[in-house]
């Protein structure tokens, strides 16, 4: 168990550059989520995925955001046209979702990717 | 929707003190789950305890333990005989149990946690 790791740690662009982060989650999770964390503020849930399928996707993803998880490994975040308030933490999770209400379903936390938008 | 709120930005402890962290929530469900979130800068989130809601016996592992008033929407985390490895942000966050919703966390903003010697 390696845990969750996420690419790059820090990534910094210009306004209106495209970005991509990938997530490897821990390796026999099938969930895996991501949220984005601003300065003074807890996460908030941007989109999550049963292994390929992408189940749930919140508003705060905007059309210029896109997730995938080819495969139902690894997953990328690509944000497009970035713009400043793009800048965030953005986290990965993952977890082994064995069905039924009652599952753990316990999430692990990858170090993030620290976006900055000038 | 669910609301999580923490009142308390930032907290201090003396090391080998207690300290008692606040949360408190809104949900119209009955089933649900609720955790307690650890975030040491720079570093990942981890897991410190989590409290499911049909359940009336308080969680707890080793130094932490939770106070869960279901009918208050509370959700306190104490801390005993504090470290200095414990100086982080601590969330508090909630998942439903419902289909359709069952994985996401809502988060509240956190409080900053000091240990000094």
């Known amino acids: 168990d390696t845990g969750v790791s996420q690419d790059p740690r820090h990534k910094i662009t210009k306004r209106g550059q495209n970005v991509t982060f990938r997530c490897d989650p821990i390796?026999?999770?099938?969930?895996l989520y991501w949220y984005r964390q601003t300065l003074g503020q807890g996460p908030e849930f941007l989109t999550y995925f049963q292994n390929e399928a992408q189940l749930e996707k919140s508003r705060l993803l905007s059309d210029r955001f896109s997730a995938e998880r080819p495969k139902g490994s690894f997953s990328t975040l690509e944000i497009q046209r970035t713009e400043q308030g793009d800048s965030a933490m953005y986290l990965c999770?993952?977890?082994?979702?064995?069905?039924?209400?009652?599952?753990?379903?316990?999430?692990?936390f990858g170090a993030g990717t620290r976006l900055s938008v000038l | 929707a669910q609301t999580v709120t923490q009142s308390q930005p930032e907290m201090s402890v003396q090391e080998a003190e207690t300290v008692t962290l606040s949360c408190t929530y809104d949900t119209s469900e009955s089933d649900y789950y609720l955790f307690w979130y650890k975030q040491p800068p720079s570093r990942q989130m981890i897991l410190v305890i989590r409290q499911e809601a049909y359940k009336q016996q308080n969680a707890t592992e080793n130094r932490f333990s939770v106070n869960f008033q279901k009918a208050a929407k509370s959700f306190s985390l104490k801390i005993s005989d504090s470290q200095l490895g414990d100086a982080a942000m601590y969330f508090c966050?909630?998942?439903?149990?419902?289909?359709?919703?069952?994985?996401?966390?809502?988060f509240g903003t956190g409080t900053r946690l000091q240990v000094t010697l």
């Open positions: 390796s026999e999770h099938n969930r």
């Open positions: 966050a909630y998942r439903s149990v419902s289909s359709g919703t069952a994985s996401k966390l809502t």
């Open positions: 999770a993952s977890s082994l979702g064995t069905g039924g209400r009652r599952a753990k379903n316990i999430q692990y």
